[in-house]
């Protein structure tokens, strides 16, 4: 049976469909029977529209047993998250098993996280700002606002630093940083993985114009992790993590953002 064949096989499978809907209605707040439908309908044109890998089709989701395809897809609807692929919020690529078995894996998109902070009525609003030099910046630690103001004439200055400030509605604050160091070790290792992969960096966004992009992106992810363990201490949980696993720096994720941008563009 083909990959195509399986997928179709999984939509029409009516029990499938009923848990996905009522997984996605009790994490999302989604009432609505033609929105739930929607979603539905979303999660498997991704999976067609996926099915084959762009680089390496040992990789493919063709390759994954139906199986494992339900599991993910009872498992993103757990989260309430779409797999509309102008939304950004998340993505299923595959990963190899200890015991070598292909499998398909869940990634939380940048706009998936924010999507999952902001269902949580804690948080007012966060920041995302990476630090250039010449920029006026001063740190005072997790609990405490960041001075930060910049010009126009330090955009296109080297990146030293990266920050997310988060405010809750009860007024805490809670800021996560990195440095300019781990951003671009970030981006010189994303690059060298294409090298070695492709020969070239081409189609690493790491490598061109998207590269401020991409670090953002790869904050977001960062503080992402810093603020679901901060909300576990107030016992406050965004999403099981002994079934969801959240990458920083994923290959496929980038190919996968790189591609949906294309089409939206």
């Known amino acids: 049976m083909d990959a195509k064949t399986n997928v179709l096989n999984l939509y029409k499978d009516a029990d499938l469909k009923e848990c996905y809907k009522l997984n996605f209605k009790n994490a999302s707040g989604v009432i ?47 989260l309430g998250l779409s797999l509309n692929q102008n939304s950004k919020q998340a993505y299923i690529s595959t990963e190899y098993s200890t015991s070598g078995k292909l499998l398909p894996k869940l990634i939380i998109g940048y706009r998936g996280m924010q999507e999952l902070i902001f269902r949580t009525k804690k948080i007012k609003n966060f920041a995302v700002q990476l630090v250039r030099d010449g920029d006026n910046f001063t740190w005072f630690g997790a609990t405490e606002a960041p001075i930060f103001s910049s010009t126009l004439n330090n955009v296109d200055k080297a990146i030293i630093a990266g920050f997310v400030k988060f405010e809750f509605w009860d007024g805490c604050i809670f800021c996560v940083s990195m440095t300019g160091i781990e951003l671009n070790t970030i981006a010189d290792e994303q690059v060298k993985k294409q090298i070695d992969m492709y020969g070239n960096a081409d189609n690493c966004l790491y490598a061109g114009a998207w590269r401020s992009l991409m670090l953002t992106i790869c904050l977001r992810r960062f503080a992402f992790k810093e603020i679901e363990s901060f909300l576990r201490q107030r016992d406050i949980v965004l999403y099981s993590t002994n079934e969801l696993s959240v990458s920083t720096d994923d290959d496929l994720l980038l190919d996968f953002e790189r591609q949906l941008n294309e089409k939206v563009s």
Request: aromatic residues 8%; without cysteine; hydrophobic residues 45%.
């Open 32 to 78: 609505s029977d033609a929105l739930l439908n929607t979603e539905w309908n979303h999660s498997f044109r991704y999976l067609v529209e996926n099915i084959n890998h762009p680089f390496d089709p040992a990789l493919s989701l063709s390759k994954v047993n139906p199986i494992h395809l339900r599991m993910a897809l009872l498992e993103l609807s757990a």
